[in-house]
């Protein structure tokens, strides 16, 4: 987004927002899907930010959705049942009747334990539903089953008239080396034959999260994103085990998206530090690696009045009553002023839900999605939270 932009944003806009610039959203996904077309569908994780299901809709061909909650957003959305693989490791009786109501059986089901096989084949008797099924392998954690219950569930899978078995399911993490990827796609390409080999049945789909990585702070090296997906792709060449891949992302599609445009509020100069209130804070701006904010992400500074003297370093400090509201220490800035902006960027994916939003009651920020043909548009208002963080009267 260009500084241009962001400084209208300023001027016209409450603070603290979050500005999701859907043009660079496209732009990142055309990308994603222009490389792995013939080999991959693209899947966007919608954990990494709820807010982009509808403008995601015209792009991605999937959704991954961990929860009744996010099932329920997209199905006000509008988002087509046939487009959503439903995960998530806490899959209740109560919830999956309710998804397969609306689904009508749509869609894709994911199994990570033997008690989510229990409950979708009663749902589905109980219904009278039949769905598709990915049995979810562990990678060491408490997502998925290991190699000795993932081959007990298939057997049942295979045997239950109301599911039909598509293939696997396996993500072990975020912000992954190349060398990585191509080690757990190795695997997953032998334990696919060894299922063939030993049950005779066929795991014709892979939904797989590479964990594609992002650069979030100043100093560290960028991975160029289309040098990513290239050597996903020429990874993906080599797995031919599976008819059908799906490729789920959701930091590496929505992270450079983002912006977070917070105001100064005071500054003050004490035992030779210089400190920036702002109105936002840890609470709402959250970066995967950020610790005691001893990492400076990337940011854009604007002021009014554009000032020329050397920069300084800055701790800056949110709007919380706790010593770890701390976004970033020796942010080299020029003086900072009451009512300067400071636009963080690379925030698209979790910040905007992953933050400590209702600690000391302050407000959820705005949020707004910018278009190059279109300008900026309010999609949620500030929101008071105190009316979540007392009892009833």
Known sequence: MEYSVMKAAWKEHATPSYVFDLDKLKERMVLAQSILKDRATVCYAMKANPFLVGAMDAYTEKYEVCSPGEYEICHRQGIAPSKIVV??????????????????????????????????????KLQETQ??????????????????????????VVADANMTLEGIHYYSGT????????????????????????????????????????????????????????????QLDKVTEFENITIEMGRFLASDCGYYMTR????????????????????QLNY???????????MVYISENEKEEDVLPWTICGSLCTVND??????????????????????????????????????????????????????RELIATNIFNTTRR
């Open 87 to 124: 995960s998530g490791v806490n899959k209740t009786f109560a919830s999956m009747q309710r998804i397969m109501e609306l689904s009508k059986g749509e869609g894709i089901f994911t199994i990570e334990s033997e008690e989510h096989f229990r409950i979708l084949s009663e749902v589905c």
């Open 131 to 156: 769905i598709k099924v990915l049995i979810r392998l562990s990678s060491g954690n408490q997502f998925g089953m290991d190699k000795e219950c993932f081959e007990k569930v298939l057997l049942q």
């Open 175 to 234: 912000q992954k080396k190349p060398k990585k990827v191509e080690k757990e796609l190795a695997l997953l390409q032998e334990y696919a034959v060894h299922i063939k080999e030993t049950y005779g049945v066929t795991l014709k789909e892979l939904e797989y999260g590479p964990g594609l990585s992002v650069t979030y702070f100043q100093g560290e090296t960028s991975l160029d994103a289309e040098e990513q997906v290239k050597d996903l792709k020429e």
């Open 264 to 283: 100064v509020m005071d500054v003050k100069h004490s035992n030779g530090v210089n400190y920036a209130i702002v109105d936002g804070g840890i609470h």
């Open 288 to 298: 995967y690696g950020q610790m005691m904010g001893m990492k400076v992400p990337w």
């Open 326 to 379: 701390v976004i970033t220490k020796g942010a080299m800035l020029p003086s900072l002023s009451k009512g300067d902006c400071i636009v963080f960027e690379t925030c698209g994916a979790y910040s905007v839900t992953e933050g400590m939003a209702l600690f000391l009651s302050r407000e959820l920020p705005q949020i707004m999605f910018y278009e190059k043909e279109n300008g900026f548009t309010v999609v």
